[in-house]
């Protein structure tokens, strides 16, 4: 069995990040993050009010989806410099070569780019942990792979592909 997975999803973990950081969109039906970013001196920007910034994140966070079905299969296919300067503009339409991310629109504002980069790497060494712990346990386990169905949307369709075995 194939599944396409992604590691590491900047835009979504990106956004994620904003959520917890600032408090916003308690709302929104989806897990807390583990481990649970510090957020630095992130802080919401007074640009806009906390309500502006909730529904700029709503946005963003279904556009940063919408882009999984339409990326391009073909992970051998990158974008050109030309293209990446025209598309990460804010107010582009998305491109199948190149996720949508936040800082597109908004810089920055309001985010301490450091405790992002810890974030990143903390999930990044949870995720190795993680996989390398599932496949240990998915080995010793007896029995059929699972279906399709039973893996269920879990990975929805991100990133590269990955072969698991029984």
């Known amino acids: 069995m ?10 979504l973990n990106l956004l994620l990040f904003v959520r917890h950081a600032w408090s916003i969109t308690p709302d929104v039906d989806i897990p807390v993050l583990i481990p649970a970013p510090n957020p630095g001196a992130s802080e919401m920007p007074v640009s806009a009010s906390s309500e502006e910034w909730a529904d ?3 946005i963003a966070w279904e556009r940063a989806w919408d882009w999984y079905n339409i990326q391009e299969p ?15 503009r804010p107010g582009q339409e998305l491109h199948p070569l ?10 920055w504002d309001g985010l301490d780019s ?3 980069e810890i974030r990143s790497k903390l999930t990044d060494s949870w995720l190795k942990d ?5 496949r240990s346990f998915r080995n010793n386990l007896p ?9 269920g949307g879990v990975f929805r369709g991100l990133g590269e592909q990955q072969e698991l075995s029984q």
């Open 2 to 11: 194939v599944i396409s997975v992604d590691d590491h999803p900047l835009s």
């Open 56 to 58: 700029r994140w709503h």
């Open 74 to 88: 073909d992970r051998m296919k990158h974008p050109t410099q030309e293209l990446m300067r025209q598309v990460l």
């Open 98 to 107: 190149i996720p949508p991310l936040r800082t597109t629109e908004y810089d």
């Open 143 to 151: 029995g059929p792979e699972p279906s399709q169905a039973e893996v």
């Open 130 to 134: 993680r996989v390398r712990c599932r």
């Open 114 to 116: 450091a405790a992002t």
